[in-house]
């Protein structure tokens, strides 16, 4: 008999997220940044005109941690914070060495994409994506 733990979606979820972010980390590795950093450089490439609170809620982050992550990409030098032009907020922006990083990774995101794709059938890779949007609506 399963123990009922086994069936657990915290407990699932979770493993599988840090099974896939360890594979997409180690391609990351080299080029100093996680594969989170590079979720945030793509949130900012794809949409700077977001505050940090907006940015956040699009892709799932606390506010601390995302934060925290824009302040060692700055350091870095890869994006810059600037004043919104209305209110308190504070927006980001890719510097030319963050653009380029992404222009360098992009590929090798990819590859690292269809590596995960191809150990899963299509249909199951579809199923996957539909009911983790499903569970991140929740």
């Known amino acids: 008999m399963d123990d009922e733990f086994d069936q657990c979606l915290v407990l699932n979820t979770r493993m599988a997220a840090r099974a896939v972010t360890r594979r997409y980390d180690r391609v990351l590795r080299p080029f100093g940044i996680t594969a989170a950093q590079f979720t945030i450089l793509n ?3 794809s949409r700077p005109d977001r505050s940090v609170t907006e940015m956040a809620q699009s892709i799932a982050m606390e506010r601390s941690t995302l934060s925290r992550n824009v302040d060692l990409l700055a350091r870095k030098g890869l994006v810059q914070r600037c004043e919104a032009s209305k209110g308190n907020g504070r927006l980001c922006t890719l510097t030319e060495a963050g653009s380029s990083l992404i222009v360098a990774l992009v590929p090798l995101w990819r590859q690292a994409q269809s590596e ?4 899963l059938s299509t ?3 579809t199923s996957a994506v539909t009911t983790l949007r499903l569970l991140a609506s929740l």
């Open 123 to 125: 249909a199951t890779m």
């Open 116 to 119: 995960v794709r191809d150990l």
């Open 43 to 45: 949130a900012i490439n």
